[in-house]
């Protein structure tokens, strides 16, 4: 029997935060799958291959070497195989234009990185646990950005 799994994946190119995020899903004991993604090419060259799984949910840093979140989100905007993808902005920036732009651009929902690990696994396990075909239903900028 197979499990449930949640399949997660998230681009960012600081190691420390990918680190950061796996060691916060293992301690959350989910039944996700966690991949990382050192950059937004890397992470395009996957999803676009036949053998990628595609998530259920996508966390972008928007400041990525060679190709960024935004180009990224904008990209698996445009192709209706994606259409499923739950897509978290997850950045330390928390400028007033990259939460307008990713709304606009369509993501679902945008978190600012935590400053402790402890509100690290607050964050991911809230995310993950939303029901996102009720979430993006009743989007708004008010509910976008996720404040703990």
Not at 20 to 48: H, R, S
Not at 59 to 66: A, E, H, I, S
Not at 83 to 99: L, N, R
Request: proline share 3%; hydrophobic share 40%; glycine share 2%.
């Amino acid at each position: 029997m197979q499990e449930d799994y949640i399949n997660i994946i998230l681009a960012d190119d600081d190691e420390d935060d990918r680190m950061f995020f796996t060691d916060a899903f293992e301690d959350l004991k989910m039944t996700t799958k966690v991949q990382t993604f050192n950059d937004g090419v890397y992470l395009m060259d996957y999803l676009n291959s036949t053998e990628a799984t595609l998530p259920n949910v996508l966390f972008l840093d928007l400041n990525m070497p060679r190709k960024s979140g935004l180009e990224c989100l904008q990209e698996i905007k445009q192709d209706p195989k994606f259409k499923d993808i739950a897509i978290a902005i997850y950045s330390t920036s928390a400028s007033e234009e990259d939460i307008e732009n990713t709304f606009v651009q369509g993501a679902n929902i945008y978190i600012k990185k935590p400053s402790s690990f402890k509100k690290l696994k607050k964050v991911l396990s809230e995310v993950v646990t939303i029901n996102w075909q009720y979430h993006t239903n009743n989007m708004n900028k008010d509910n976008f950005l996720l404040r703990l």
